[in-house]
């Protein structure tokens, strides 16, 4: 799964995970001293469900409120998880979550695979602002790049990036003497 919480619809619990603990659920509820009736927080116990989808949940069951409680005949329930076409649209609810992830998933490859390379020199790993490339000045209010094709640039530029991040305090201290800091 990839998200925690996505929302499946409107009356269908978030990622219902009850539905590959059934035959659990069902021992529980087949249990000798097992309660003739189930309540909003049995439920929410059993099913690892919240509140609301623990209501929707007694309202499958044919459950009915009374008082301020809503209750189910546990016969019910045991009826309800034993036929699996009453909660099937719950677990196409899961295919279709898992279909989207698998999407997201290819997606993010693709935008891994449209990345372009940069072809950086060795010695444009760890460069300081004295030792940038041919083509590159650097002055107070200007820069300027020569270049002979795309990739130049993106080396050029790669080379900038990194000896501003490796050097930034030589470039403050050439911005505040006004005195330029170029290469041939």
Known sequence: ???????????????????????????KLEAPGAPPFLDRPAVEAL????????????????GYQVGKTFLAPRAAAVDYLRQPERWSAAAGEKGRFEKV?????????????????????????????????????????????????????????????QALGNDFETLERAWAGGHPRTTP
């Open 47 to 62: 099913f690892g469900l919240r509140r609301r989808q623990s209501i929707t949940m007694l309202r499958r069951f044919g």
């Open 101 to 161: 992830c698998s999407s997201l998933g290819e997606a993010r490859q693709e935008l891994d695979l449209r990345r372009i390379p940069i072809p950086a020199a060795a010695e444009t790993v760890r460069p300081n602002l004295s030792g940038l490339p041919a083509g590159v000045r650097l002055q107070p209010g200007e820069l300027t790049i020569a270049f002979a094709s795309p990739a130049d640039l993106l080396e050029k530029l790669f080379a900038l990036a």
């Open 1 to 27: 799964m990839c998200y925690p919480a996505l929302q499946t619809a409107p009356n269908m619990p978030d990622q219902p995970s009850w539905i590959v603990r059934v035959p659990e659920i069902l021992e």
